[in-house]
């Protein structure tokens, strides 16, 4: 298949991570929101919040690219490339694998040196209803889903992988 692009703004804003990152999760998001209302200036803010790195995060399960891409293949294809960028400016990512669908819908993997999988996240904005089901599939099919959680950054929504009715809810927009 093709490459992917994922802008540089979109890295890790719709994260993938352990359940145990949960409450780290929901009381980050409490902070952003925190700081948000306490910088913001009519349109816009005063300073910017540098969200850190979760506690507890993916590499800690030892999940493999291999093993990754073996459970999600059979759903989605595989990117060739991977890129990411800004504007019209483009720069391959090597350690990038991605997976998904032409139009932007994608799982992006950071692997190691070890290929040890690292940061998972997505770019599932507006899913269209026909393929909810399918990125459903997808997220749950990924190697010890029933400890993982989806943590979108952007809106302070967190989401376990478990809870199918749930991910189904949040990958529709609701």
Known sequence: MASAFFHEDDY???EVLPSTARGYCLAEMGRIDEFADAHRD???WTAMYVRGGSPQPLASLGITLEELGAAVAPLVPRFAEVLTGYSSYRES?????GWGLDGGEALF???STGGVVGPVWLTLRGVPAERVGLWCRVLRSLPRAAELLVA???VGVVVSLADESALA???SGG
């Open 12 to 14: 890790c804003q719709v």
């Open 42 to 44: 009519g349109a816009g």
């Open 169 to 171: 809810a949040y990958l």
């Open 109 to 111: 993997v950071g692997v």
């Open 93 to 97: 990512c090597p350690s990038v694998a």
């Open 152 to 154: 979108d950054w952007s």
